[in-house]
């Protein structure tokens, strides 16, 4: 609370009605302390006697500025409540402690009649009210009475206002601009409250503003802007603000603030809820059982684990409990269409430094899959989240399998089964160990897919979806390293007519589970017709040119992805007579077009097959796409790509040498 100011009793709890009428002396003297401090009362004290359950609505007319309002019950009240509400029946404060006294704290804009409603919500007998106003801050406690009085809470870091679950109403028009919280510029004032944490809570706070209002939270040290925990900025629009987390035990500090410039009246609410510690939590995880998968959520729970991956896992989590009788093959998969999913396995629920495995991805959309070789022994798995705080149902499945596996369809050569559909859905961990490349594989579970390849062409194949990583590896015969065409994360290469074995493996002994391979065979016989007929380029001379009608006789490494085709395709050549710096811009007004500079023409057999040297997709808003390259002498092709089957039409080529 900025500039008005303001005093409250610490003792004033203890102050009794002795009798008709008389107040117990310790409350005069308190006030007497007060007076002199040049605190003022705001009217008179007034008094009465309430049944349980029963209230007393108290005329009050409060000034603009910080006021406190103090309701005390006598003997016989157990449970004292107030709330303040304005003319139009809006509450302002509300207290919802379980005392026999209510405090409330607020800062008005306008003088005006307000009512003080009091109710004793348990037990009965008499009640006392009074409010305060005016004064400077206190420097210090003043000692009336033997009752000490606390400095005053008026809204800044060296004094701020103690908070407590319910609603308090402010200003920041009186607040000072000595901080700013990291999610919102701010040039205006704030209000600072404190709030005493004493056990493990869920700690929820709402800002209701007529200005454009900032809420952030501190620990321990008010003034240090590293010390903030969290912030919020138009939650959920630009004159609310929402937070809602978990809090170890301390000391926070909270801070009201605007965006901008921006100051005015707000309500602050806030609701507290008593959280399990992890120790607590890991007592009770649930066992998994293997082969069955597990449904729940995580609505209501803690930010227990951080993992590392999945950003650190700031997600509420759900611990669970695995036992493996014996070292095994183990896949952990966690399914959720509401959060994006985190599983990670610990081996001491409780110590994040035991962490053994992390997934935030898997086989298929809103999956995240662990998979590897376990010891026996007692687990953890945390069914978690990557945003923070985010919570909501999820579907937990765990499945093992021996160390040798048991194999699955098209498990070695053997069983090798012809690539069908251009993505292949997959699956290595349940199958053996039978072959290996040059790039990887050994001891790791793989399959084995034949493929059949009827004239020359380009094999282009790729992974995604995995579980965990694989390589792909192409053979003449399978399993044979001399006979080993290619073997990498992805293959692409020209390969002569006859029959081929591709090997999806493990790319380390404990890589496994599910995959998808996408893979597409183009024919290539017709590119060297094509390269015959190429017209030539001239330097400084525009081609108008369309790819409409024309075949697909050529892949461009950034025009279609991974194994997709790409569109029809036109092909052009020109000469160098000695080494310089090339410019070639397509454009094309109503397709996507990929541009591509290639040594060969024709795609050769092998390894050193595919020719292209630079190649060039993204176009401007003009949709012209730009291809510079320094060049030795020499001839060189290009080829003007569609980027998808759909993208063709006309277009121009501009070729210029380059001083």
């Not at 003034?223 to 809090?247: F, I, K, Y």
């Not at 093959?329 to 001491?348: C, Q």
């Not at 035991?354 to 898997?362: F, I, L, R, T």
């Amino acid at each position: 609370m900025g500039g008005v100011g303001l005093a409250l009793l610490v003792a004033c709890s203890s102050a009794r009605t002795t009798g008709a009428g008389a107040i117990e002396p310790r409350f005069v003297a308190v006030h007497n302390a007060l007076a002199a401090m040049g605190l003022m009362q705001v009217g008179p004290i007034q008094q009465g006697t309430l049944a349980e359950g029963r209230e007393a609505r108290v005329a009050l007319d409060l000034p603009a500025g910080c006021v406190a309002l103090a309701a005390v019950g006598g003997d016989g009240v157990r449970d004292l409540d107030a709330t303040l509400v304005d003319a139009r029946g809006v509450a302002l404060a509300h207290d919802t402690t379980t005392e026999p006294q209510a405090v409330l704290r607020t800062c008005l804009d306008t003088p005006d009649a307000y009512t003080l409603v009091v109710k004793v919500a348990s037990g009965a007998g008499s009640w006392v009210v009074a409010a305060w106003a005016g004064g400077g801050a206190i420097a210090g406690p003043v000692v009336a009475g033997g009752a000490s009085i606390k400095p005053e809470p008026n809204g800044t870091c060296e004094a701020p206002i103690p908070l407590s679950p319910g609603s308090v109403s402010g200003s920041t028009t009186r607040g000072e601009h000595e901080n700013t919280g990291s999610c919102g510029p701010s040039d205006s004032r704030e209000l600072v409250y404190e709030l005493d944490v004493t056990e493990r809570q869920r700690v929820t706070l709402d800002v209701e503003a007529r200005f454009d209002s900032v809420l952030y939270v501190r620990k321990d040290d008010c003034a240090d802007p590293n010390g903030e925990v969290d912030c919020n900025d138009d939650a959920p629009d630009r004159t609310r603000s929402h937070l809602d987390r978990v809090l170890d035990p301390g000391k926070y500090f909270i801070f009201v603030d605007g965006y901008g410039h921006e100051t005015g009246t707000f309500t602050l609410t806030l609701s507290q809820t008593a959280v399990l510690a992890l120790a607590d939590v890991c007592r009770g995880a649930p066992v998994l059982g293997a082969g069955g998968r597990q449904s729940a959520s995580t609505a209501g729970m803690a930010n227990d684990a951080d993992a590392t991956c999945g950003g650190g896992a700031g997600g509420a989590d759900a611990a669970w409990r695995v036992e493996l009788a014996s070292k095994s093959r183990v896949r952990l998969v966690e399914h959720s269409d509401e959060v994006a999913p985190v599983v990670h396995l610990r081996r001491a629920c409780a110590d994040e430094q035991s962490e053994v495995a992390c997934g935030d991805s898997g086989a298929g959309a809103g999956d995240a899959a662990v998979t590897g070789v376990f010891e026996a022994g007692s687990y953890t798995v945390f069914a978690d989240a990557r945003e923070r705080d985010s919570a909501g149902r999820y579907g937990l499945l765990l499945e093992t399998a021996p160390l040798a596996g048991l194999g699955v369809p098209s498990d070695g050569c053997g069983d090798a089964t012809p690539l069908g559909a251009e993505n292949v859905a997959g699956d290595t961990f349940a199958a053996r160990d039978d072959v290996a490349g040059s790039c990887g594989g050994a001891g790791a579970p793989d399959v084995v897919y034949r493929l059949d390849v009827a004239r020359r062409s380009r094999f282009i194949a790729s992974l995604d979806g995995e579980e965990a990583p694989h390589v792909v590896v192409l053979w003449r015969r399978c399993a044979d390293r001399g006979a080993e065409v290619a073997c990498g994360r992805s293959v692409d290469e020209v390969v002569a007519p006859g029959s081929y074995f591709v090997g999806v493996d493990g790319a380390s002994p404990d890589s496994m589970g599910r995959f998808t391979l996408a893979w597409a065979l183009r024919d290539v016989t017709a590119q060297p017709s094509a390269c015959q007929g190429a017209p030539t380029l001239i330097d400084g001379k525009i081609v108008s040119a369309s790819t409409a009608g024309y075949a697909d006789r050529f892949s461009t490494s950034c025009g279609a992805t991974e194994a997709t085709a790409s569109g029809p395709d036109r092909v052009f050549r020109f000469e160098l007579g000695r080494r310089a710096t090339v410019r070639l811009v397509a454009v094309a007004p109503t397709f996507d077009v990929a541009v591509a500079v290639r040594r060969a023409c024709a795609d050769g057999v092998g390894r050193t097959g595919v020719s292209e040297i630079v190649c060039e997709s993204d176009g401007d808003a003009a949709h012209r796409t730009t291809v510079k390259r320094t060049l030795e002498a020499g001839t060189y092709w290009v080829v003007v790509d569609g980027q998808s089957p759909t993208d063709q039409g006309p277009f121009t080529l501009e070729y210029r040498i380059l001083e």
